[in-house]
């Protein structure tokens, strides 16, 4: 299952007020926003979704490959390793061990890694240990 995805856009303001718009039908509308300086890509980054709900993200100052994220949700630690040792041995790149982010929640428990085409894949678990 998918928990969250992110793409990469040439101006995040634009795309913002774009994705606001056509969003709202939807139900939709921007949930969080991530000034420059707090992001990991020294872009701005805005969170869509329903409350409650998964988040479609929208950042600038991100290449096209690698600022395209998709997070797959684990049930647990152990599947959130064995997707990362998975991923490396098929030849995926590393992009971050697994572990605890407490920058983005108290049980945020994921790994990252590029697949062959740079795209930044993440396997995530809010369960605790």
């Given at each position: 299952m998918i928990d969250h995805m992110g793409v990469a856009v040439a101006d995040?303001?634009?795309?913002k007020a774009?994705?606001?718009?056509?969003?709202?039908?939807l139900g939709m509308k921007c949930l969080t926003e991530v000034?420059?300086?707090?992001?990991?890509?020294?872009?701005?980054?805005?969170?869509?979704?329903?409350?409650?709900?998964?988040?479609?993200?929208?950042?600038d100052n991100e290449a096209v490959g690698e600022g395209t994220h998709v997070a797959f949700r684990a049930e647990t630690r152990a599947q959130v390793d064995a997707f990362y040792e998975a991923a490396i041995g098929a030849g995926g790149r590393d992009h971050g061990a697994p572990g605890l982010r407490p920058n983005y929640g108290p049980n945020y428990y994921a790994a990252f890694v590029f697949d062959p085409d740079g795209i930044n894949l993440e396997a995530v678990c809010y369960a605790e240990e």
């Amino acid at each position: 299952m998918i928990d969250h995805m992110g793409v990469a856009v040439a101006d995040a303001g634009r795309s913002k007020a774009f994705y606001e718009a056509a969003l709202k039908p939807l139900g939709m509308k921007c949930l969080t926003e991530v000034p420059a300086d707090e992001s990991g890509s020294g872009g701005a980054a805005y969170g869509f979704g329903v409350e409650g709900g998964g988040e479609f993200w929208v950042g600038d100052n991100e290449a096209v490959g690698e600022g395209t994220h998709v997070a797959f949700r684990a049930e647990t630690r152990a599947q959130v390793d064995a997707f990362y040792e998975a991923a490396i041995g098929a030849g995926g790149r590393d992009h971050g061990a697994p572990g605890l982010r407490p920058n983005y929640g108290p049980n945020y428990y994921a790994a990252f890694v590029f697949d062959p085409d740079g795209i930044n894949l993440e396997a995530v678990c809010y369960a605790e240990e």
